[in-house]
């Protein structure tokens, strides 16, 4: 459905260019236009249904269908892509590449704050379990082994990230827990909801954003339970 309105759009000449990166698309009920951009993460919407729900709107899909250009040649009509190119930000690239880490470990210490501590019931103390989801995924992001990794969770320890370091195998046993996946599924939702309300306020203030649900993904594939490998955490565009 969405294919087909963007198509209609670009077939009735509402999409245009305005510079090599940005496009207006008129609104199909005829009241004003949205500015469509084109980013090296993907393409972006003034529209309410890309701030708000995010994804391919139509007015993306008929500037990508304004993008295809007819040629005539001895063959006859042929359609060829515009490929649109990029300066490639090397400064930017770099610093950012630097301080990731430091950054990731940082934005992970306030995400696992989402999840509630449980309530102690048994007389010996039990590890924290937002400092184990803290420890469970910075090993996963690190790529690590779970023995050296565990250098990770004492220098967290040091940032004042954690206040214990648990032991070297704990991510192994929090990603063999029945309930973990539920944990996780919990941080993802939370997470989703962050960068949905992020993003209406940086709207609101006309700020450049790049694709809407460009998130923290977690999965755990249930067929590998028993390794921490059956865990996946990336940055990627859902």
């Not at 890309?50 to 040649?73: M, N, P, S, W």
């Not at 300066?87 to 301080?99: I, L, R, T």
């Not at 929090?174 to 939370?190: C, D, G, M, S, W």
Request: with cysteine; aromatic share 8%; net charge positive.
């Amino acid at each position: 459905m969405i294919e087909e309105r963007g198509k209609a759009i670009a077939d009735s000449g509402n999409a245009k260019k305005v510079t090599d990166h940005s496009f207006k698309v008129k609104s199909q009920s005829g009241r004003g236009a949205y500015e469509v951009k084109a980013t090296p993460s993907g393409m972006t919407c003034t529209c309410p249904d890309f701030v708000y729900r995010g994804g391919k709107c139509k007015h993306i899909q008929a500037t990508r269908y304004y993008l295809q250009v007819e040629k005539d040649t001895p063959q006859g009509t042929v359609t060829e892509k515009v490929h649109l190119t990029y300066a490639q930000a090397w400064n930017a690239y770099n610093e950012a590449q630097k301080v990731e880490v430091n950054l990731f470990d940082n934005l992970l210490k306030d995400l696992v704050k989402a999840i509630p501590e449980p309530e102690q019931t048994m007389c010996r103390p039990r590890l924290s379990l937002q400092e184990t989801l803290f420890c469970a995924i910075q090993k996963v992001y690190s790529q690590l082994s779970s023995r050296r990794a565990h250098s990770l969770f004492q220098n967290a320890v040091e940032r004042g990230q954690i206040d214990h370091a648990p032991r070297f195998n704990a991510p192994s046993d929090f990603f063999n827990r029945t309930e973990t996946t539920a944990i996780l599924h919990k941080l993802v939702i939370h997470r989703l909801y962050l960068s949905l309300e992020s993003r209406r306020i940086l709207q609101s203030i006309q700020l450049d954003l790049g694709p809407p649900n460009s998130m923290l993904i977690i999965e755990r594939n249930t067929a590998r339970r028993k390794s921490t490998n059956g865990l996946r955490l990336t940055f990627a565009q859902a």
